[in-house]
């Protein structure tokens, strides 16, 4: 338990300080044919974290998801997540927030620490926010993570390079 309780310690310490992403972020095929990935290293003044983002190649400006991460030498911790405009509502199933459905929503440290470090990594951030007003377009929405994560990058973050298909 002490073990846990120091690493979500990091963690909250991570959220809350200062974070500057300084490489130039790059768009990459994902894993799966439609995705695309980034990753990131944020540089922190005492720790290090990883943004991670996806974005779907044919829905431009919706289904995206940003996670800031604690990467510690053996694992990746999720510390927070926003999802912008995913294709389905999520609706929490534990904690005080029971019951409640989100789409664009807010996976908050504090909320799903409350449940406990395990719970939080094996149910990848259960506890989810809904959040109003949902940002316009992709520049509001990194605009939002900037100011959740407390996060600024040296060079700007390239729009996802989407192809919208034709029906």
């Not at 310490?13 to 980034?38: C, D, F, M, S």
């Amino acid at each position: 338990m002490i073990e846990a309780d120091a690493i979500l310690a990091r963690m909250r310490q991570v959220l809350t300080e200062p974070k500057i992403v300084a490489g130039a972020p790059a768009w990459q095929q994902g894993n799966r044919p439609r995705k695309l990935v980034l990753a990131a290293l944020a540089e922190g003044q005492t720790l290090n974290a990883e943004l991670h983002i996806t974005a779907v190649v044919d829905l431009p400006n919706e289904d995206m998801s940003f996670q800031l991460c604690l990467a510690e030498p053996s694992e990746m911790f999720p510390i927070a997540r926003f999802d912008w405009r995913p294709p389905r509502a999520h609706t929490n199933r534990v904690g005080p927030h029971r019951g409640l459905t989100s789409f664009t929503g807010l996976h908050p440290f504090e909320e799903n620490a409350a449940l406990g470090l395990s719970a939080m990594v094996a149910n990848n951030l259960p506890v989810s926010l809904p959040i109003d007003p949902d940002p316009a377009d992709f520049e509001q929405a990194v605009a939002y993570v900037c100011a959740t994560f407390n996060l600024a990058f040296r060079n700007e973050l390239p729009t996802p390079p989407w192809s919208p298909s034709l029906i």
